[in-house]
Structure formats: C-alpha cells, structure tokens
C-alpha cells in the first residue's frame, strides 16, 4: 500500500491523539506506585548517623499543610491525613488540573 499523495506528502494512517481513547478494562489490573509526601527535611551526613531509635526528624511543613499525591513521580492530588482504624490515610481536597 502506497503511504503517500501524489505531491510526496506522507499519509497519517493514525487518528489524532486526542482522538484515541484507552479501554479503560486494559489498565484495571495494572499497578501503580501512588507515593503521599508530606513534607521533607534538610539535614547533614553528621546529623543523619546520629539519628537512632526515638530520634524525631522535624519536617518543614506545619499540622495545616496538605498532603501531596504523587502518580509515578507527577502530583496528581492534595489532602489531609485522616485516621483510618489503627491506620493513616489521606482525604482528598483537591485535583490537580491538566498541565
């Protein structure tokens, strides 16, 4: 099959991105790695072998700030972090927007 016009322009045989959809049963057993971040902290090799059991390490961020979604390394969501029985979980406020 002849993939182009006659003026030597090549054919697109492909519809337009935005125009592929996914079915969405081809991604339901896949796996993902969603990280929560809620803060982080700067310290010194020195500060760090000092640590040991019982050391609390002071994040720079404060009780208000939320909590960062991450997908693969992308900040899909914010939240809060809610107890779930004898366990931590994140409560969603917000979703981020495409880029």
Known sequence: MDSTKKNDEPV?????????????????????SLEARLGEAKMTVEQLMALKQGSVVTLEASLADRVELF??????ARGEIVAVGDKFGVRIVEISQKP
Do not use: F, K
């Not at 697109?12 to 993902?32: F, H, M, Q, W």
């Open 12 to 32: 697109s045989l492909a519809p337009p991105a935005s125009s592929v959809r996914i079915n969405s049963e081809l991604l339901r057993g896949l796996r993902i």
């Open 71 to 76: 997908l693969n390394d992308a900040l899909v």
